[in-house]
Structure formats: structure tokens, C-alpha cells
């Protein structure tokens, strides 16, 4: 099967390949950004973290040079491939009910989707222009899981532009999509970054119940996302009278985006298939439910990463709110 698909997609130049192959097997979009250091969001990382906006997500603060040079993170990496995949739901929950975040709605974790993908780009890759256009002794895909600033690349790559809300808005796809990462040692054509098409809107920054953003910078220690995930600590009191029934990640700044109203339409991945019925669960069922019940309905699921006791302590908050 690659093969015949590598025949047939290999009467085009190397880019147009490599976008053409991933359209294939089910992503949404796909660029590419030649590697180099990227120098300003160094300095403004740099900034960022000395602030101490990252909360307690220290590894932000490891392999800072890796993070914003991929040449460094896959030494002979000269191109950076970015995928997109869309997660955008058909339906949502109750809107009473404890939420969570329309990524997570899905029974399995979109890193092992989006892996899976990414390796099977990278075998049509291989087939076309062979082993080489590789580094097999480093990792070189990557999704939301190493060193890299794959929104950066991203908009690097001709994907979209960063807004206020510091997500990737993507035309025709908005900001409910997946990043995927693929390094590889050739050249080839770069597509062009897009402007911006925020303009004095500032709808994601009014609509934010903690006050998390400012122009395109989130201080990570006031953002819901953050607060109902990441962070080990007790969550402060100034900040759980305005959870706004989040209990698990956070869209309100996306919800509102103009560009979501307009572009954002549900995906058809059979692999993003929601949890079994928890778009019906009611808050007492959330509320009630057992470890074994949560492990069973998430577990292979993006919701393990907080875990049962962060997950239920989370809800307990929101409950004493009422």
C-alpha cells in the first residue's frame, strides 16, 4: 500500500510530497519551516520564565537552547514538518455538567493518534527519498511532549498566526486541532508565515474568568487550563469562585474567538471517538463516580494526566461553589 501511494505522489517536488502524503492519511494541514534558532522567542521565553509565568511546569526552564534551536534538539534536522489535526466535536456536554476540554472528550490520548500518523508520514518519506532524510538515533517526532514550540513552528510554516489567546488559529480550521512535529535532515521549499488577523479584537482576553492573558502572553499561574491540570498545589481561593465550572482544562478563550464561530466544524476522526456516553453524564454522575468507574471510562484517555485524585478534587471545588 505505501508503495503504490509513494508511486504515485513521487512525480511532485519534495514539499508538495510531504503535504500531499499527509493530507493522505488524515491530517488537516501540513507545512514546512526551515530549522534555525528562533532568536525572538528565545529572548521572550527567556523573559517569560525569569518572570516565573510557567507556575510550577519547570520543565519548561530544561533544555532551554534544544527548545528554541531544532537543530540542536535533532543535530542535521534542516526542515521542520507541521501537522495539524482537527479535534473539533460534533456534540458537547451538558452545559450544567462539570466540563472538560473538547481535546479530552476523546477515549484516546491524541499523542498516540498523532504518533502514529507522524511515523507513518515519516515510512512514506523514507520510501520516497530514503533512511537518510532521517536522524534514526533521535527522537525527531514530537508531539506536545518535548522541547519544542510547535505553535511557533507552526506559524512558521504557514499554518496560521498566533492570537491573543496565544493558540494557532488556523484558516479553515480555527484553533481546535492537534500539533504534530516531524524534523527532517533535507531541504526543500518553506512556506511563508501569514499575517495576523486578530486586529483590535479582544474578545479571548475580556472573556478569560482569571485575567490569565494580556496581548498574546498567558501567565500560565492564572490560566484555568493550568490550574485544573498542571498544578500539584491546592488551587488559591481567589481563583475558585471563577472556575466557571471548568474541571478540567479550559476553551472559554477559544469559545468566543470569531475565528472559531466562523471556521471551527467537528472533525471526522474515527480515532477522536468520544468517551462512551460522558457526553450525557449529569453532575451527580461526575460527581459520584469511583476510581474504578474513572480509570475504566479514561483509560486511555489525554484526562489521565491529572489523574483521579486532582480530577475529583477539582469537582469537589466547583460542587462548593453551589
Sequence with gaps: ??????????????????????LSIGFD??????????????????????NGKQGEMHYLERNFEKRTDPR??????????????????TEHQIADAPQISKYAYSSIDYHTVIKEKLHLLEQ???????????????QHIFVDSAPVLERRWAERAGLGWIGKHTQLISPGLGSYFFIGILMINAETEYDAPMAELCGKCTRCIDACPTKALAA????????????????????????????????????????VCPWNKKWATPHNKKEFAVVPGMLQWDTETWEKMTKEQ??????????????????MQNINLLRNQQ
Design 1 to 22: 500500500m505505501l508503495s503504490t501511494l509513494v508511486r504515485v505522489l513521487h512525480i511532485q517536488p519534495m514539499n508538495h510530497f510531504i503535504k500531499n502524503a499527509a
Design 29 to 50: 494541514a501540513c507545512g514546512i519551516a526551515k530549522a534555525e534558532l528562533l532568536e525572538e522567542d528565545a529572548a521572550y521565553l527567556r523573559q517569560w520564565l525569569n
Design 72 to 89: 540542536l534538539l535533532v543535530p542535521g534536522c534542516k526542515s521542520v514538518v507541521v501537522v495539524l489535526m482537527n479535534y473539533y466535536p
Design 124 to 138: 512514506l518519506i523514507i520510501e520516497a527519498y530514503g533512511s537518510d532524510i532521517v536522524a534514526p538515533e533521535y
Design 216 to 255: 498574546r502572553e498567558m501567565d500560565a499561574r492564572r490560566c484555568i487550563s493550568y490550574l485544573t491540570i498542571e498544578n500539584k498545589k491546592d488551587i488559591s481561593k481567589e481563583f475558585i469562585p471563577i472556575l466557571s465550572n471548568r474541571m478540567y482544562g479550559c476553551d472559554i478563550c477559544a469559545d
Design 294 to 311: 474513572f480509570n475504566a471510562a479514561f483509560k486511555f484517555s489525554a484526562v489521565q494526566r491529572a489523574g483521579y485524585k486532582k480530577f
